[in-house]
């Protein structure tokens, strides 16, 4: 089996490798286009000297390019998409260009049948080029054979209907307060706008007897640009929490959790709604996965049985071939990882996750002192816990908590892919574990929410505080439910992840290498965004088991695209939240303490002056990522 599926994964998904000859000229022509359409757009000088060309040089007006050449900021966009997809060997783009090139063959031949056309070889010229665009094309037809993405026709129409009309109303305001219009119709005024919507070519608006400045011609037809860019984000957009699977998926995904006799700590995180599942043929194993920008992402294991893992690699490896994505895993066990590494990834450690034995945990001893001091100085303010399980809570008190938590976003964009449910509240996840900090005045401060791993361990979800409470409660709730979990049933918590742990750990010690060093010292850089060294820190001051976890690809080449990919299926390069999309803040000023319902940690700490000990707060006190500035439990991959 994992030979045959080598030997398919390699001829499939490897073996595209470089287009035809053809296929490859195709591209490149698009992009010279691209470089062309721009310098010709921001030019004046050279628009000028083409239109002075055309009409004083003897052309008389009657002159055409080839395929795409123009003075358009759209056009260039235009040729830029063509060119992706068509690198990525998308069939859908090979047919539009297609017949984009046919149509411009034809109008070709029509105008060469004018005489005042026919008459200037330059106008032979781009026709040539057209039709031996054109034979390129149907030569390298088996070049594009990849299915398309999932797209929103209805939705992309209606932005180009609208959004053609208010580029069209803005253009004619600007037009009649900037240019120069004299007498001229409304009508006149229109037609001059949408023409500059499709180049600034001013030949094309030269019988009108409108006038307008080089940079309001421009900016007219950046508009039809930005139409563009919106137009093909609307028809390919994925929105984030689309659901792509049927409950009988879920159904099936559930009994393959509830049967794993050694499950993966992220294996609940695939009950994800927006990822789509690829099972093996014999029922026994699945793939939860994600097509982001030309990347087939999974994460974690594949769920069920090991000996069935790999029917279901090579169809999901299979299915990533005929749309010529590139499959990417993030997350894997070095289990997982070894079995996709005999189907033709390459495997990177990526960086740890941190585990705690329930029954190995202790506060005690010099190496927990800073984590004791936070909890004891938290407790010794007032806080309380409470710990039930998401089937205990009542449904308003849960509809309070999911409103908290998104008001502690504090409008920041919904994280969360490999290691993170995002749907807080669903009924279907009554097993989740709830752990609710309150304050002296018996007001919600910070939630934690851990999803079930397998029978009895669980694994971090959502992590969220009140960026005006005191530090250390998250220390706080961790604790709490370790030195509760006994009555949860709960063995094992698998807290976060570590990314590049190694180099932070190996890179400080003596006899460090440059290499290491300087490695380190770049994390250390980007640590100040986007927190990898205090997340480490943070974890490893509860001393867990690290399990490490790594990414898998296909090709080098393949990992900024991977990169990509990844940063956006967390939410890491989402767009931000418009006021509108954002929903209502809460008063959880006002929320109410502790019940009597589920299970209650009173105040442990002692009464009085806190010792210099106890006010001592270190960098890496606060395991939510970076002192609360930014409330989103870091990701994990």
């Known amino acids: 089996m994992a030979a045959g599926t080598t030997k398919t994964f390699a001829e499939a998904n490897r073996g595209p490798g470089p287009l035809s000859l053809p296929g490859k000229i195709v591209v490149w022509y698009l992009r010279l286009v691209v470089l062309v359409d721009l310098i010709a757009v921001l030019s004046y000088t050279i628009g000028r000297e083409v239109h002075r060309h055309e009409h004083d040089g ?45 149509f411009t063959c034809v109008a070709d031949a029509y105008w060469l049948s004018e005489n005042g056309y026919r008459t200037h070889w330059m106008n032979w010229v781009a026709t040539a080029v057209t039709v031996a665009l054109l034979l390129l094309l149907i030569l390298a037809r088996k070049d594009f054979y990849a299915k398309g993405e999932d797209s929103n026709p209805k939705t992309a129409f209606a932005v180009l209907v609208c959004g053609a009309a208010v580029a069209t109303a803005i253009g004619t305001a600007m037009l009649t307060w900037f240019g120069t219009v004299g007498d001229s119709a409304m009508a006149d005024r229109i037609e001059y706008v949408l023409l500059r919507l499709a180049t600034v070519d001013k030949q094309d608006v030269s019988g009108l007897g409108i006038n307008s400045p080089h940079w309001l011609d421009v900016l007219i037809n ?32 559930r ?6 006799p050694d499950p993966d700590s992220l294996g609940y995180f695939a009950l994800r709604r927006d990822k789509s599942v690829i099972f093996s043929p014999s029922g026994k194993a699945a793939i939860a996965y994600r097509a982001v920008g030309g990347v087939s992402l999974a994460s974690g294991d594949p769920l069920g049985d090991a000996e069935a893992w790999p029917g279901a690699i090579e169809l999901w490896l299979r299915e990533a071939a005929e749309h010529a994505w590139s499959p990417a895993v993030a997350g894997a ?30 506060l005690d001893g010099r190496a927990m002192r800073t984590v004791r001091q936070a909890v004891n100085k938290v407790k010794r303010s007032g806080y309380t816990a409470r710990i039930r399980r998401h089937r205990d809570i009542p449904v308003e008190e849960m509809g309070i908590l999911g409103a908290a938590a998104d008001h502690w976003r504090y409008g920041q964009p919904e994280r969360g892919f ?37 029978k009895d361990g669980l694994s971090l979800d959502l992590m969220r505080r009140d960026k005006d409470s005191d530090n250390g409660l998250v220390e706080f709730m961790v604790i709490e439910l370790l030195q509760n979990a006994a009555a949860f049933g709960v063995a094992h918590v698998s807290l976060n992840f570590a990314m590049f742990r190694a180099v932070f750990e190996r890179g400080s010690k003596l006899g460090a290498g440059p290499v290491l060093r300087l490695w380190r010292s770049v994390l250390l850089f980007f640590s100040r965004w986007w927190q990898i060294e205090s997340l480490y820190r943070a974890n490893a001051k509860y001393r867990p088991i690290w399990e490490p976890r790594f990414v898998l690809y296909a090709r080098s080449a393949d990992l900024p695209r991977i990169g990509v ?30 019940t009597d319902t589920g299970t209650d940690t009173a105040d442990t700490g002692t009464a009085g002056a806190s010792t210099p000990d106890a006010d001592t707060d270190t960098a890496g006190t606060e395991i939510a990522a970076g002192k609360a500035e930014k409330p989103d439990k870091p990701a994990k991959p």
């Not at 009994?255 to 794993?260: D, G, H, I, S, T």
């Not at 669903?426 to 851990?450: H, K, Q, T, V």
Request: proline share 4%.
């Open 58 to 102: 003897g052309f008389g007006g009657h002159f055409f390019t080839p395929f795409l050449f123009t003075a358009s900021l759209v056009s260039a966009a235009l040729a830029v998409f063509l060119a992706v997809t068509l690198r990525r060997r998308k069939h859908v783009a090979w047919v539009c260009t297609t017949m984009l090139v046919a």
């Open 222 to 253: 950046a508009m039809s640009l930005v139409l563009f860019l919106t137009v093909v984000y609307a028809l390919f957009r994925s929105p984030r929490g689309q659901v792509r699977r049927s409950e009988q998926d879920e159904q099936q995904l």
């Open 255 to 260: 009994e393959l959790l509830a049967r794993e």
């Open 333 to 362: 066990s070095e289990q997982a990882g070894e079995i996709y590494s005999r189907h033709g990834l390459t495997a990177l450690e990526l960086g740890d996750e941190a585990i705690v034995e329930v029954s190995d945990f202790t």
């Open 418 to 454: 490999s290691m993170a449910l995002n749907r807080l509240g669903d009924p279907a996840d009554g097993d989740c574990l709830m752990i609710e900090c309150f304050g002296p005045d018996g007001r919600l401060r910070a939630l934690l929410s851990y999803v079930p791993w397998g």
């Open 565 to 594: 990919a990844y940063a956006r299926a967390e939410g890491f390069l989402a767009l931000p939240l418009m006021p509108w999309q954002r929903r209502s803040a809460v008063d959880v000023a006002h929320m109410t303490g502790p």
